[in-house]
């Protein structure tokens, strides 16, 4: 997947420079627009692909995105990178692309999803009544995966990401309230 953020981290460079270019002669709402239509989007295109990369190529698109806030709000490299991204309430990228999953994996559950996608997850139902049952899980894929790229699965993923979410969040009625209730969660980790 190196190729790939090197490629995506490049295209959302030449996007950051364009829009620098232009920036003065724009106020913020304007540029956050053109942010999240030339870097935003391209960071997260496929971005569920890439749970579970290490430190360093995650570290590399949120050096753009990064830039990306500062460009939005004129800041200086000096600033706090957190605070301005806290202000945007932008996620960093590594839970963004939690967020991600969560979001695919509760649609898969209340049949938002295409039926490939639900298929990978099951919800998990113990043979006798237990406290966990009311506890909205899913259980553990089939198969536990012995390699990187297993553990990098969709079904992997989401069997994580989704049990570690607060039983408010996993039960929430609808998907606008569990965006927001998720958002919330990952800005409080």
């Not at 295409?114 to 894929?141: D, F, G, V, W």
Request: with cysteine; proline share 5%; hydrophobic share 35%.
């Amino acid at each position: 997947m190196t190729q790939h953020v090197n490629n995506v981290c490049g295209n959302a460079t030449h996007a950051i420079r364009c829009i620098g270019r232009i920036r003065h002669y724009l106020d913020q709402a304007t540029t956050e627009k053109l942010v999240h239509a030339y870097v935003t989007s391209r960071l997260d295109q496929c971005n569920s692909l890439l749970y579970g990369l290490p430190d360093e190529e995650i570290a590399k698109m949120q050096r753009v995105q990064n830039t990306a806030a500062r460009l939005v709000t004129r800041a200086k490299k000096q600033d706090s990178i957190s605070k301005i991204m806290r202000d945007l309430h932008w996620l960093p990228i590594r839970k963004r692309i939690a967020f991600k999953i969560s979001l695919l994996t509760f649609k898969a559950l209340h049949g938002q999803a295409p039926p490939y996608i639900s298929e990978l997850i099951t919800p998990y139902t113990p043979y006798r009544t237990l406290r966990s049952s009311t506890q909205n899980l899913l259980k553990a894929p089939h198969r536990r995966p012995r390699t990187a790229y297993g553990r990098r699965s969709f079904a992997e993923a989401a069997y994580k990401e989704w049990n570690n979410l607060p039983l408010h969040v996993r039960l929430a009625p609808s998907i606008n309230v569990f965006k927001t209730q998720l958002k919330t969660f990952l800005f409080n980790q």
